[in-house]
């Protein structure tokens, strides 16, 4: 069981918008930044988004986050047939001392 | 380029011990803290240990507290992970990253499997 929750699954055909949401707790989302991975399966898992808001180099502007309080929520416009893949949400926890993950959203492109 | 490179996971009984490695090339390891992250087949990613860059910060998720020790050595860009006490719920693919302020850059895994 994930100290941080996201919907198991989302989906959403080419082109259309698509909202991953995760939920945590004051002490990782409410006093830290939120970071979001994507995996694809057999593979190890790669920065989409940190601090929040902000995509590493190469990471299309389709892709952007956001949060509130204790949630944070990742967005893809554009959906392409490439965004199907499991995405994590992260953050530090202060009262645990380590990095807590969500349970993980699996993307279908329809 | 950046490299991590995980080995030494394999087949071990429950009881029993095995010692992972994380060889890194194309950065300086010694200005870098480190994680481990494991996940078992089918499931989300676990951290389970951090490093600070000498070694003066550690610390470890309770799922692998007292069983699981982790270890550095910087003269030989490497990273190291002491798993005793082995449990099945411990199979999982292994992974070691390099943190930046967040986990910026991952290994491809080493996979440990314990079954009797």
């Known amino acids: 069981q994930s100290v941080m929750t996201q919907t198991p699954s989302a989906s959403g055909a080419p082109g259309q918008r698509v909202t991953i949401s995760c939920s945590g707790s004051?002490?990782?989302?409410?006093?830290?930044?939120v970071y979001w991975y994507q995996q694809v399966p057999g593979t190890a898992p790669k920065v989409l988004i940190y601090r929040v808001d902000q995509r590493p180099s190469g990471v299309p502007d389709r892709f952007s986050g956001s949060k509130s309080g204790t949630s944070a929520s990742l967005a893809i416009s554009g959906l392409r047939s490439e965004d199907e893949a499991d995405y994590y949400c992260a953050a530090w926890n202060g009262s645990l001392r380590g990095w807590v993950f969500g349970g993980g959203t699996k993307l279908t492109v329809l | 380029q950046v490299r991590l490179e995980e080995s030494g996971g394999g087949f071990v009984k429950p009881g029993g011990s095995l010692r992972l490695s994380c060889t890194v090339s194309?950065?300086?390891?010694?200005?870098?803290?480190m994680s481990w992250i494991r996940q078992a087949p089918g499931k989300g990613l676990e951290w389970i240990a951090y490093?600070?860059?000498?070694?003066?910060?550690?610390y470890y998720a309770d799922s692998v507290r007292g069983r699981f020790t982790v270890s550095r050595d910087n003269a030989r860009n490497s990273l190291y992970l002491q798993m005793n006490s082995l449990r099945a719920e411990d199979t999982a693919m292994y992974f070691c990253?390099?943190?930046?302020?967040?986990?910026?850059?991952w290994g491809q895994g080493t996979l440990v499997t314990v079954s009797s």
């Open positions: 990253a390099r943190e930046t302020e967040w986990l910026d850059k």
């Open positions: 004051s002490s990782n989302i409410g006093s830290n930044h």
């Open positions: 490093i600070s860059s000498f070694s003066d910060i550690i």
């Open positions: 194309g950065f300086t390891f010694g200005d870098y803290y």
